[in-house]
């Protein structure tokens, strides 16, 4: 009896050793894992850092992002390699960096559609635009160009849609997919002056631009920097800026507004952001770095150039901007009826 006695207590007294030693280890462990994140924090960026586009190369976006990403590379001493990943009106990029590390090595730059227009268009989105993403900063803003193919005997907004309603659902309009700013900007103009169009959606900018440009489609909401050329080659005729005011780079052009669709304003903007929970210091050295490569004198001058207002800001701010953009994108998609599964 005794003898089972002072076995029990001496597997008792055993067992909260084993679990006062267990206990020690795993605190030495956390304060391992601890230190270790504290020192890669503290040490960032200490390899390359991967720059996402939600779009295929080619694109608007691209004339951006590259020579950020040079510029960039020089202020944080690593290489910023730019990844195209286009597909799904932008879903395809999206939920690859929602899904990636949070560990600053992974950063995207969204536009307008992926972060403010696909959450009202999508029945199923795979990623949240506010829950899974840490804000950076907000890049720029710009307008489109409405511009059509030589062909098409338009040669003012007003023609436009003039043939559009003569012709309901003959002309078709190109974007860079479903739910871009592009394609937002052309249910915007067809909801004003009630006209029917026949949209043609591609993976990418630079893909509508070439069947464009081969006149396999009539109309496209392009950006300034991707159409410039072809619009000074004759090329492309331009009927328009989307934006309210006329940008300082094309100061010439008319807006849609004036050119016939009175209250017509739609525009592209470019925001900057890292997975959901990236630690808060590599955010706020991100934003530093970007926003001093925004101010440098050659590089606004090269977005200004292309049309492209540099902003800059918090990621507070970006915050507070992707959430009032996505109740104002919900009433233009509401009212189109435009919807995708």
Partial sequence: MFRHAFIGLAERRSCSAYRLLLTAYLLFALAGWTNAAVAQTTGYPSKPIRLVLPYPPGGGSDTIARPLAQRLSGELGQQVVVDNRGGAGGNIGMEYVARTAPDGYTIIMALTAQLAVNVSLYKKLPYDPVRDYAPITL?????????????????????????????????????????????????????????????????????????????????????????????????????????????????????????????????????????????????????????????????????????????????????????SEIAKWAKVVKASGAKLD
């Avoid at 710009?142 to 003959?170: D, I, N, W």
């Avoid at 009539?218 to 328009?240: D, K, N």
């Avoid at 292309?306 to 970006?318: H, M, S, V, Y």
């Fill in 139 to 323: 890049l720029a803003t710009g307008p489109y160009l409405l511009v059509v193919h030589p062909s098409l005997p338009a040669t003012s907004v007003k023609a436009l849609v003039a043939l559009a309603r003569a012709r309901p659902g003959e002309i078709t309009y190109a974007s860079s997919g479903n739910g871009s700013g592009g394609h937002l900007a052309a249910e915007l103009l067809k909801t004003m002056t009630g006209t029917k169009m026949l949209h043609i959606p591609y993976k990418g900018g630079g893909p509508a631009l070439v069947d464009v440009l081969a006149g396999q489609v009539q109309v496209l909401f392009a950006t300034y920097a991707s159409s410039r050329g072809h619009i000074q080659a004759g090329r492309l005729r331009v009927l328009g800026v989307s934006t309210a005011k006329r940008p300082a780079a094309i100061p010439d052009m008319p807006t849609i507004a004036e050119a016939g669709v009175p209250g017509y304003d739609s525009g592209v903007w470019y925001g900057m952001l890292a997975p959901a929970g990236t630690p808060r210091d590599i955010i706020e050295k991100l934003n530093r770095e970007i926003v001093r490569v925004l101010k440098q004198p050659d590089f606004h001058k090269l977005l200004v150039d292309q049309a492209i207002d540099p902003i800059g800001g918090t990621p507070e701010q970006l915050g507070d901007f992707i959430r």
